[in-house]
């Protein structure tokens, strides 16, 4: 039975596509790329650092070079272009209720995600938040996930973070599925994020929600 349920960020508890797709235009245009934001949604999600090499072809220095130039807009600007998806904060508040820990494990920068969470009255509903450094390292999800285990055994000595039975991974992408997996415990894909078609589906996920309602079945809290 699941009791530490790990929730990815963007996507997931927040709709962040206008600040992070105007971020990543600002970034590609100072390397002289044009994209309309409505097109860098493959964004949303990946780490920065592996989507700008994927999308543009950058080697790892220049990715980097162009992560630094996003946040020169995202850490003012950007990072309020966001909004809390409908039903969360009530999914979030009956989950704790119910005596659930709730984490965000986030490949987002962990100072960006405590900013997010604290900005949109969020942060009282978390045990634990982690996210990836500013200097790019812990930036895989697998590697947030493990963080995350490691600080709830901080938490709760009399645990066995090594059986991760009673811990569950729920994101938008199949980032959040593979780290899961990678970290030998489940995960719950949802469908109202920025999966592309037949992502989740063809993904190691123990399920899928299209609502809250059932991210609350499938954790077996009923209302």
Do not use: W
């Not at 999914?91 to 965000?104: F, I």
């Not at 978390?126 to 390292?137: C, H, I, P, R």
């Amino acid at each position: 039975m699941y009791r530490y349920l790990l929730f990815d960020l963007d996507g997931t508890l927040t709709d962040p596509a206008e600040g992070i797709t105007k971020c990543v235009a600002y970034a590609l245009a100072h390397f002289g790329i044009e994209a309309a934001p409505d097109t860098l949604k493959s964004f949303i999600g990946p780490p920065l650092l592996d989507q700008f090499m994927a999308y543009a072809g950058f080697d790892r220095d220049t990715a980097s070079a162009a992560v630094d130039k996003y946040r020169e807009r995202f850490r003012e600007i950007g990072i309020f272009e966001n909004r809390v998806l409908d039903g969360i904060p009530e999914l979030l508040a009956e989950l704790r209720d119910a005596g659930y820990v709730l984490c965000v494990s986030s490949s987002k920068p962990e100072v960006f995600v405590n900013r997010i969470l604290e900005k949109y009255d969020l942060a009282q509903y978390f045990t634990v938040v982690v996210g990836s450094e500013l200097d790019g390292t812990r930036g895989k999800k697998a590697d947030v996930i493990e963080e995350t285990l490691l600080r709830l055994g901080r938490l709760y000595p009399d645990e066995d973070f090594s059986d991760r039975a009673s811990c569950l991974m729920i994101g938008d992408r199949i980032h959040d599925m593979e780290g899961a997996q990678t970290c030998r415990m489940d995960a719950l894909g949802v469908t109202f994020g920025y999966a592309a078609p037949g992502e989740l589906e063809n993904s190691s996920a123990k399920g899928i929600a299209s609502t809250t309602d059932e991210i609350l079945a499938f954790v077996g809290c009923m209302k």
